[in-house]
């Protein structure tokens, strides 16, 4: 018998999450914008509350997986993706359709991969939020994610953050 | 975001878009418009898309126009949910405006805008082939009678037939003397070798050709002339040919120019079963090709009552990729939609484990995109005969 599960199978939660956003934020910006997204080292433990900054997008995550992912793009990362999306000028709407969008595409790529791994869950509508220094926890999360994706030209990374709970 | 991207991806296409913004709008649009495809996102306010979905499948008035969903969830549950109640194709998000157009290029006949074109023949012309086993004409432009002939016997196996010019002066003549719709070449091949840019001056007068104007174009140029090849696909080219012709892959590249249906070479009914035969000379074009339109032609089985597959590997000694690649994609579309399927092979030493094949060969990039269907599977049982295979099923 040949053991066909990938290496990821066996990784704890937050490892197993870090490795899947590390693969699909990349795609997302990649196809989308054109634009190529560097992963940082990661932090699979990052402490709470955590501080997002700029245009930033949320999803909720309900069933075997609960929790909330949250992508915070600087106000000129933002606007810079929904111009080279949309190939012409965003207004503040376009740019916050753009982020809701964009969060939708991570979330639902993330979540397609936990439920092939059974852990079945439902994402919410996407939502987004601007200002600076907005503080998030989440006190029942075991699970707190957070990651920067860099981008050649642009001072400020875009900033991920995940809070869950994993269950089988 | 959704709607400026495929907005600005079909403006080349002679369409009307309509836009919705909400299931529950989208039903009211829906039954208005009487839409040729609707395109439909899953994460939306007020009414999602499954539940639009299933609405649009109860209406009888609106029951049968064909559904592309976008969805970002990829997982094989979801997948499975929407084909079950009817979608004709998925989107995955992310996207590219190419892959839509690709998609719905697949269900209605997509018409680049023209500007002042003159009226059209009258519709009891005859259509142009659009299966691969139809005869074809092919108009060669190509000042070498070396690579003409060569083009010819490479193409002879499909039964079409060529007609070479040595330039496009000649072709020009040939344009000219075309007076009905059944006179005109189904597709044309013309070196960009030509000076003065006469390749390009004749493609623009072809396309100002009544009986011409939607002709799929070939541009052959050598590697290094980029800019001409640029060029070309700037002026509206189907495609470029790079010399030397790879000539075993022409037949292909010339079928996927003319979108043609080229499943008839390798599916045939097989008692109650369908089966479908790989060739171990599978080009990498017919391969994508075949593997997308597999998606259509298993579709129809299903529709047709038809739930057994043998997938035959007999002419196949070494798995490489572009038949693993049609291999995953035929068997991906059979789960998807519930049918069975068996893989005939005679020469079962050299084939290898196909599960413990694709996962091993998962980051290669041409496979990128392709699924892998035997997740969960340790062996795949190889059949040595058609008949041992059928018997097989339950």
Redesign the interface.
């Known amino acids: 018998m040949t053991n066909t599960a990938s290496p990821a199978d066996t990784l704890p939660g937050n490892f197993l999450i870090l490795e899947i956003l590390n693969r699909y934020v990349p795609e997302v910006l990649q196809t989308m914008a054109g634009m190529t997204a560097v992963p940082g080292p990661g932090q699979p433990n990052a402490p709470q509350p955590a501080t997002l900054t700029g245009v930033t997008g949320s999803i909720g995550l309900s069933g075997k997986v609960h929790g909330v992912v949250y992508t915070a793009f600087a106000e000129e990362l933002a606007q810079l993706v929904a111009e080279k999306i949309l190939g012409g000028p965003a207004s503040s709407q376009d740019v916050s359709d753009v982020v809701a969008e964009l969060t939708n595409m991570i979330t639902g790529n993330l979540k397609s991969q936990l439920c092939d791994r059974g852990h079945n869950c439902s994402l919410s509508i996407p939502s987004v939020v601007r200002g600076e220094h907005i503080s998030v926890s989440a006190k029942t999360a075991s699970i707190s994610i957070r990651n920067d994706y860099h981008f050649e030209g642009c001072p400020e990374p875009l900033v991920l953050q995940i809070f869950a709970v994993l269950e089988k | ?2 709607h ?2 495929i907005n ?1 991806g079909f403006l080349p296409y002679d369409v009307q878009m309509v836009f919705a913004s909400n299931g529950a709008e989208g039903l009211e649009v829906a039954a208005r418009e009487k839409p040729d495809v609707i395109l439909l996102d899953v ?3 007020v009414m999602d898309g499954v539940e639009c979905l299933g609405k649009l499948k109860a209406d009888p008035e609106l029951k049968d126009i064909p559904v592309i969903m976008l ?8 997948v499975l949910k929407i084909a079950k109640m009817g979608v004709r194709d998925y989107i995955v ?4 405006e190419a892959g839509i157009i690709d998609r719905v290029s697949r269900l209605i006949e997509l018409k680049p805008k023209t500007a002042a074109a003159p009226v059209a023949a009258p519709s009891t012309a005859p259509k142009k082939a659009r299966v691969v086993t139809d005869p074809l004409k092919i108009l060669v432009v190509e000042e070498h009678p070396a690579i003409i002939e060569s083009i010819t016997k490479a193409v002879a196996t499909r039964g079409w037939k060529i007609v070479g010019c040595p330039g496009p002066t000649e072709a020009q003549a040939q344009i000219a003397a075309t007076v009905s719709a059944e006179d005109t070449p189904d597709v044309i091949l013309i070196s960009l070798a030509y000076p003065g840019k006469a390749a390009f001056k004749f493609f623009h007068s072809a396309r100002s050709h009544v009986h011409m104007k939607n002709i799929p174009v070939l541009g052959m140029a050598v590697k290094t002339a980029t800019f001409e090849q640029s060029e070309a696909r700037d002026s509206g080219f189907s495609g470029i040919l790079t010399k030397p012709l790879e000539l075993g892959e022409l037949p292909d590249r010339i079928a996927r120019a003319m979108e043609l249906d080229i499943t008839p070479l390798f599916y045939a009914a097989e008692g109650d079963c369908e089966a479908v035969t790989l060739p171990q000379d599978l080009s990498e074009t017919a391969s994508v090709d075949l593997s997308r339109q597999s998606r259509t032609r298993i579709t129809n089985l299903a529709n047709a009552g038809i739930t057994k597959l043998l997938i035959d590997l007999s002419g196949v000694s070494k798995i490489d990729i572009p038949i693993l690649r049609a291999v995953a994609s035929i068997v991906h579309e059979c789960e998807k939609l519930d049918i069975q399927w068996r893989i005939v092979g005679t020469d079962t030493d050299n084939l290898p ?1 196909l ?2 094949f694709i ?1 091993s060969n998962a980051k290669v990039a041409a496979l990128k995109d392709v699924p892998n269907p ?6 795949v049982d190889i059949h040595p005969t058609r008949a041992a295979a059928a018997a097989s099923f339950k």
């Open positions: 975001m959704i400026t991207l600005k994460t939306m306010p969805t970002a969830e990829a997982g094989k549950e979801n998000k992310p996207f590219t484990n599960p413990v996962a035997f997740k969960g599977k340790n062996l």
